[in-house]
Nanobody, 125 residues
Framework: VQLQASGGGLVQAGGSLRLSCAAS????????VGWFRQAPGKEREFVSV????????YYAEYVQGRFTISRDAAKNTVYLQLNSLTPEDTAVYYC???????????????????WGQGTQVTVSS
């Protein structure tokens, strides 16, 4: 599978963006798709995940209530809506796919098998 992340850009604090993660090569029906981000000099951190088969979602505490993850089966695409952005949200955002059945949705980098190339989100103050 190939994952193509897009939708990043430059936005002022308080603004919004919608990131997309389009999958090609096969469908995502048996997988979980997550979003991570990595700021300069920091480790890659978990943002959100959606389980494709039942749409269960989970968010990191620092984005809860501001970001929303969703999926479009017809487009084989996962979205991440980013609202109320702050400069602390500035990072490269990556989408990734984890295979398997999850009682607890995956939140660590090592649980994911395939990664997209990342899209830059920059929030100015």
């Amino acid at each position: 599978v190939q994952l193509q992340a897009s939708g990043g850009g430059l936005v002022q604090a308080g603004g919004s963006l919608r990131l997309s993660c389009a999958a090609s090569g096969r469908t995502l029906s048996s997988y979980a798709v997550g979003w991570f981000r990595q700021a300069p000099g920091k480790e890659r951190e978990f943002v959100s995940v959606i389980n494709w088969s039942d749409s269960r979602r989970y968010y990191a505490e620092y984005v809860q209530g501001r970001f929303t993850i969703s999926r479009d089966a017809a487009k084989n695409t996962v979205y991440l809506q980013l609202n109320s952005l702050t400069p602390e949200d500035t990072a490269v955002y990556y989408c990734a796919e984890a295979s398997g059945r999850f009682l607890v949705l995956p939140t660590t980098v090592r649980q994911y098998n395939f990664w997209g190339q990342g899209t830059q989100v920059t929030v100015s103050s």
